[in-house]
């Protein structure tokens, strides 16, 4: 069936440090890709998003990464700061509206 | 502008009472989704109702649930029987199905069941 997974479920980077988060996804028909910021006690919020068609966007001090090929998506962030500790979800269009979740990524930014 | 908001923010219930939580969509928004989100878990899908067509309640886990959507706007799930197991935070979000498929997320429901 579809998933949306991720490599690693916690990770810990140092302030100033360059974070990378990855998500596999198994439905080689979905066209578009989201990432989604979580802090503790509240909703997801939309970080950036790419479509089938490209294979990098890039916004402010995040990119965001397509490889089609092997499936696979990553968000990097830039000079994280601790503002950017939560909990990070790929997301993939899969038929028509529906979206699909991957688990999350709990980023730490250690000072 | 408004975004999405949902209520209550938290809901405390015992086991077997039926429940209500409200979603009102950002206006204009023609597509809106309720997820379920346990602790420490990822989302859930569990409806999703697009402009006047038939939702798609794929997601629903039973026949408890249930959800509506009036006027194309403010969207209520109904959980019916409640159980212990259906204690979680209940995410809605919107999508303008226009021009962008970015979903908005309301900061939910954290549902209790004792």
């Known amino acids: 069936g579809e998933s949306v997974g991720l490599h690693l479920p916690t990770l810990s980077v140092q302030e100033g440090d360059n974070s990378i988060i990855n998500c596999a996804y198994s439905n080689s028909a979905s066209d578009y890709f989201i990432w989604y910021k979580q802090e503790s006690g509240k909703g997801p919020q939309f970080i950036i998003d790419i479509r089938s068609n490209m294979d990098k966007r890039q916004g402010q001090r995040v990119t965001v990464l397509l490889n089609k090929t092997v499936k696979h998506l990553s968000l990097q962030i830039a000079a994280t700061q601790p503002g950017d500790s939560a909990v990070y979800f790929c997301?993939?269009?899969?038929?028509?509206?529906?979206?699909?979740f991957g688990p999350g990524t709990r980023l730490s930014v250690l000072p | 502008g408004a975004g999405v908001s949902q209520s209550p923010s938290n809901k405390v219930t015992e086991k077997g009472k039926d429940v209500e939580l409200r979603c009102d969509p950002i206006?204009?928004?023609?597509?809106l989704y309720w997820y379920r989100q346990s602790l420490g878990q990822g989302l859930e899908f569990l409806i999703y109702?697009?402009?006047?067509?038939?939702?798609?309640k794929s997601g629903l886990p039973s026949d408890r649930f249930s959800a509506e959507r009036t006027g194309g706007s403010v969207s209520t799930l109904t959980i019916q029987r409640t159980q212990q197991e259906d204690s979680a935070v209940y995410l809605c979000?919107?999508?303008?199905?226009?021009?962008?498929?970015?979903?908005?997320f309301g900061p939910g429901t954290r549902l209790t069941v004792l």
């Open positions: 206006s204009g928004h023609t597509a």
């Open positions: 997301a993939e269009k899969s038929g028509g509206q529906n979206f699909v």
């Open positions: 109702f697009q402009g006047n067509s038939a939702p798609d």
């Open positions: 979000a919107s999508l303008e199905g226009r021009s962008t498929d970015t979903q908005y």
